[in-house]
């Protein structure tokens, strides 16, 4: 099999990082360039040893991405960042994007294979990469789409690299030591990202803590007609049977669960007396199955290229 020649453009960021040492791990990719204007000229190794090669960063515009001979690129640019990119590739680039800009357009693929399916990622050339709170509430409300009886509720928390490098409350340590930060009430993006592509109502709110990296979602159901324990149970093994990203356990998942794991664990399922009021818990981490982990899949799917075996993070 040929290796695929493949670009970074935004590498600079805490997804960035995970993203070159994902690339470096597999040897049918290559990483053909890596740009961010912060880290022009300085060589990739500095920020990720496992890149063997003199590779340096650059300072890269559309123009110049659109002219190197790759196979595909992922951007990994802030919300509202990526068009200028899109415009100057060429149709038959692989673009992967994990910004939000084009999760919402249906001349993209939404690339969360677990559910969504694998199909339509085989050969696809733009793929939408999920929100990382997105893929954690999905992950929960899935075996149950078409049997909710209102809204599904996902209340979520996750670590301030979530916010980015960019300054703000969000990632001031300072300001979130021994507090729990809600924000966005109403209408956050990824509410509208899960009512979308469930096809169900969600109601969102999400929260940043202290911690640094991994999420933890709380997703309240009501479902139309009762089940039993054993049928919740079952209804999330059969979802999620053979998906070596998505672990199934008995008891509640933590942040711990999740963090630094290439993968996201459900759990913590509890119904009330009627046998309609579900809640279940899913814990991932918010730079990998939330984000990088994420691209590489859909990345390797498009390529025709085996999805893989990830490994925790080191970082």
């Known amino acids: 099999m040929s290796v695929r020649r493949v670009g970074l453009v935004g590498a600079r960021g805490h997804t960035g990082r995970e993203l070159l040492r994902l690339i470096a791990d ?3 990719v290559e990483l053909v360039f890596a740009s961010s204007r912060e880290w022009a000229g300085q060589p990739v190794s500095e920020m990720a040893p496992e890149i063997a090669t003199d590779l340096a960063f650059e300072a890269l515009g559309p123009d110049d991405v659109a002219a190197r001979a790759v196979d595909a690129v992922i951007l990994a640019l802030p919300n509202g960042a990526a068009a200028p ?19 919402f357009d249906d001349a993209w693929t939404y690339g969360l294979p677990e559910i969504h399916g694998r199909e339509a990622l085989a050969g696809a050339r733009r793929i939408a990469n999920p929100g990382c709170y997105a893929t954690a509430g999905q992950l929960a409300i899935a075996p149950w789409r078409g049997r909710l009886a209102g809204d599904a509720h996902v209340f979520g928390v996750s670590g301030y690299s979530g916010a980015g490098t960019t300054p703000s409350r969000k990632n001031d340590t300072a300001a979130l030591a021994d507090n729990l930060m809600p924000y966005a009430l109403s209408g956050h993006l990824h509410e509208r990202e899960m009512t979308r592509h469930m096809s169900e109502g969600v109601r969102f709110t999400p929260h940043v803590a202290a911690f640094f990296r991994g999420i933890v979602a709380t997703t309240h159901l009501t479902l139309k007609a009762p089940v039993t324990p054993a049928e919740v149970a079952q209804a999330y093994a059969a979802a999620y049977a053979g998906e070596a990203l998505i672990r199934v356990m008995d008891g509640i998942p933590e942040v711990r669960d999740g963090a630094l794991q290439p993968g996201a ?24 199955k939330g984000a990088a982990v994420q691209a590489m899949q ?11 075996v990830y490994s925790p993070s080191p970082l």
């Open 26 to 28: 597999r040897d049918d």
């Open 265 to 288: 664990v459900i759990g913590g399922f509890a119904l009330d007396e009627s046998g309609r009021k579900l809640v279940v818990v899913s814990a991932l981490d918010n730079l990998l």
């Open 85 to 103: 990119f899109v415009a100057a590739l060429s149709p038959g680039t692989v673009i992967v994007d994990l910004s939000a800009d084009y999760r």
């Open 298 to 308: 859909n990345l390797a799917l498009a390529l025709g290229l085996p999805e893989g």
